[in-house]
Structure formats: C-alpha cells, structure tokens
C-alpha cells in the first residue's frame, strides 16, 4: 500500500515529537551519574552540584502548566518549534559551561525548553492524528518515554568516563537542528480561540509545582527536613488556592470541570499511582547493578537493552491487544503483571544468572510499554478539543509528580532497610495497589 504525502508528513511529525519526548526524558537523568566528573572539571565539591540537577527539573515543573495555553493560542508549531530551539541553546550552553553558576544557569534555559516539548508534542499529535491512528500514535511515542530515563544515568556516566561530560550536553544539539528543519516542515501550526490567560491561576499552579519538586525532592539537595515540610505545606495551599479559584474564575487555566469525564479522571488519578513504583524502576536498576552486582556503568547500560529492545517490539502489538480487549481489562491485568514483575527483581543478586536477569528486563520493558500506551491514550481519548491542551499538560503534570514522588519513595525505602530486594517488593505492591483504580475504567 503507497502512503500519501499526507501520512508520511504525520509519521515524520510523529518522529520528530518522539525524538523530543526522548531529549526530555534522557536529560532528566543523563546528569546524574557524571556529576562527579563534571565537579572535578569545574573545581568544584560533588557536594556542591545538586543544584545542576535540581535547576533543570525545578524550571520544568514550573513552566509546564503555561504550555497549553501557548499551544492553543500562538500555534503548536511556533511553540514547539521555540521549546526545541531553546533546548538545544541550554545544552550547547551546558557543554562549554566553565564554572558552576554557567551550567545551573544554562540548565535552567535548558528546562525551559524542555518543559514544553512533551506536552506541546502531544497536543500536535492530538490535533492532528484522527481516532482510529490516535492509539498506535500514543503507542509509538510510549517507547522514547521508558527509553530516555532508562538510558540516563548510565550514558551519562559512560560518557564522561571514557570521553567527556560536555558530550551529555553536545548529543542534544544535532538532533535539536534536525528537530528544527523537521518541525518547520512537517508539523502543522494549529490553533484555537483562547481566553485570556489565566495569570493568576498559573502562577498558583506553578507555584505547587515548583514546591512540590522541592518538598520531594529537596532532601537530597541540602535543603533541610524543615523547609521540605514547609514547601510541603506550600504544596497543598496552593493547590487548595487554585481550586477555590477555578470556581471563582470564568475561564481558568484548568478546567477542572475535566474530572466529570470518567475516563479523564480515572486515567489521571492511575497514571500518578501506578508511575509511583514504575518510575522508580530507572532509579533502582543501575544502582543495583552497578554496587549490589558490581557491574561497570558499560555493561549496566547494556543491561538496559532487553527493556528499550522489548518496549519497541511491543509498540506494535499494543494496539490491537487494546483494541481486542478493552481498556479496563488491559489496565486491569496489565498494571497486575507490571506489579508482579517489578516484585519479582527482588530475587535479583549477582548468584542470579544473567539471562533470569536479562529475562525479567524483557518482561519489564514489554508490560511498561504496554501499560503507558494504555493509561495515557485512556486519559486523554473523550477529551473535548476545548480542553484539550489543559487536559494534556495536566497529565505531564502528574507523569513528573508520579516520577518524583516514585524516586523519593524508593530512595527512603532503600536508605532505611539497605535492601534491594524490600525495596522492589515495597514498589512493586504500591504499584498493584494502583489496580484498584483502573477496576473502575469503562
């Protein structure tokens, strides 16, 4: 069958949204491992770089509620097309930082770019995709979600051991120019009629945001049991703070009216509780590999393959194993199996052999792909156009509470028991826990 020129425009566009969600999703985590490396580079203690991480995701937290709007108003393609470019400056402006104050600065420009290429992506492909390609569109772009957080740590730890940190900055660069030519090319520039922007509400939501990655997060940064409490009670208040004012408001930023779509509610309430214990998975893997098995960061990167290696293998099936059974049942005995695996890693040590190992990893890359599909297609799939973008950036939302949240967990667990094997068993039933929710799925 010959594809037209329209088809082959929306599965470059879907490539080119793809790529981005990697970018995004690899940064997120690429910089941890070298960070040792780096702080030798620019003279500096390890102690003293938290913040080189913690820029970048806080900057991401921030300006992820403002994207919709953008989208909705400016133009899908204008936006993206800004989101790549300044993603691509910040890391080119990373990799020839040469002091400590350069690289957070540059790391925030590079967050703020970074902030908009999953949720303005999505939104193109919900405009443009018809229903019966939204799925396997969904599906597709699953994949570079597991992929990136997967790949992070150890890339970024390979790299700055065998040839430079400034090459976690510089990879970025290339695919951003070609994300760029792409973009202009092949993704269409939609918008709607929007309402006025809905300053105060963002500011509200941002602020929760922001204090939200800063309560979870902060403890690991320096920042004191105290202040974590208090951005913790931040948190909450501005939360309530917005909800009072999304009444009061005709046109606010999130309609929360959304949560009387059944299928919106249930998915964005199963997406954060089922990512709890699936995003941790990125975070305990190389750490178990690398001092509970004593891999080197090369050949804990491989062990990372038989997961990328199954969720592409997987993207394809998913659809149809969607379509045959009903969101509910996949969700169901899916988020059963995602569970179960998770739990199973317990019994990994370095007495397991090595195909056990490569075997679970396998199973857990096919379940993740096939669970991600399922959530974030259910979520969004009966959202009116109207509230769409709001919808969708409201997801990414709760994807990065979800993983933040998921990390914090799993770092406690393991800090108080000193297990690997308690840790995976704890994760894995916070995660079979989350069936609960989708029991109610249509």
């Known amino acids: 069958m010959v594809m037209s020129k329209e088809d082959r425009k929306l599965d470059i566009m879907l490539w080119v949204v793809a790529i981005g969600f990697f970018m995004q999703t690899l940064d997120s985590t690429i910089v941890n491992t070298a960070l040792p490396s780096i702080a030798k580079s620019l003279n500096v203690s390890p102690m003293n770089m938290e913040s080189v991480v913690f820029s970048y995701s806080l900057m991401v937290a921030m300006m992820t509620p403002a994207s919709g709007w953008l989208a909705d108003k400016i133009g899908t393609q204008i936006v993206y097309l800004f989101a ?260 199973m890693f317990s019994v990994v040590s370095a007495d397991v052999s090595l195909w056990v190992v490569c075997a679970l990893s396998f199973v857990m890359g096919a379940v993740n792909s096939i669970q991600f599909t399922a959530m974030n297609t259910y979520t969004l799939a009966d959202l009116p156009q109207d509230v769409a973008s709001g919808g969708n950036c409201m997801l990414s939302m709760m994807q990065m509470l979800g993983m933040t949240i998921g990390v914090v967990i799993a770092g406690l667990i393991l800090s108080l028991s000193g297990s690997f094997a308690f840790t995976f068993m704890v994760m894995g039933c916070i995660t079979l826990l989350s069936t609960s929710i989708f029991w109610n799925a249509k």
């Open 84 to 343: 790549v470019s300044i993603f691509s400056i910040g890391s080119f402006l990373c990799a020839i930082s040469d002091n400590l104050t350069f690289l957070v600065c540059s790391r925030v420009i590079q967050g703020f770019g970074g902030s908009m290429l999953l949720p303005v992506g999505r939104l193109a492909i919900m405009r443009n995709f018809p229903n019966e390609k939204f799925l396997p569109a969904i599906s597709f772009m699953a994949v570079p979600g597991l992929i990136g957080p997967l790949l992070g740590p150890t890339l970024g730890g390979w790299l700055s051991e065998d040839f430079s940190w400034h090459l976690i900055f510089l990879i970025n660069v290339p695919f951003g120019v070609l994300g760029i030519i792409a973009t202009l090319l092949y993704m269409p520039n939609n918008s709607i009629p929007v309402h006025r922007f809905d300053v105060e509400g963002c500011l509200l939501v941002s602020c929760a945001m922001a204090a939200s990655t800063v309560a979870l997060g902060g403890s690991d940064m320096g920042i004191s049991v105290w202040a974590c409490v208090s951005f913790g009670v931040l948190f909450v208040a501005s939360t309530a703070a917005y909800i009072l004012w999304s009444f009061k408001t005709p046109h606010p930023l999130f309609d929360l009216s959304m949560f009387r779509i059944r299928s919106f509610s249930i998915g964005i309430s199963g997406n954060l509780f089922a990512r709890i214990g699936i995003n941790a998975m990125p975070y305990l893997l190389p750490i178990l590999f690398q001092t509970g098995m004593m891999y080197s960061p090369g050949r804990a990167g491989m062990m990372m393959l038989p997961q990328a290696t199954a969720a592409i293998l997987v993207k394809r099936p998913a659809t149809p194993l969607i379509r045959h059974f009903g969101y509910r049942n996949v969700l169901i005995v899916n988020t059963i199996l995602v569970g179960t695996t998770m739990a």
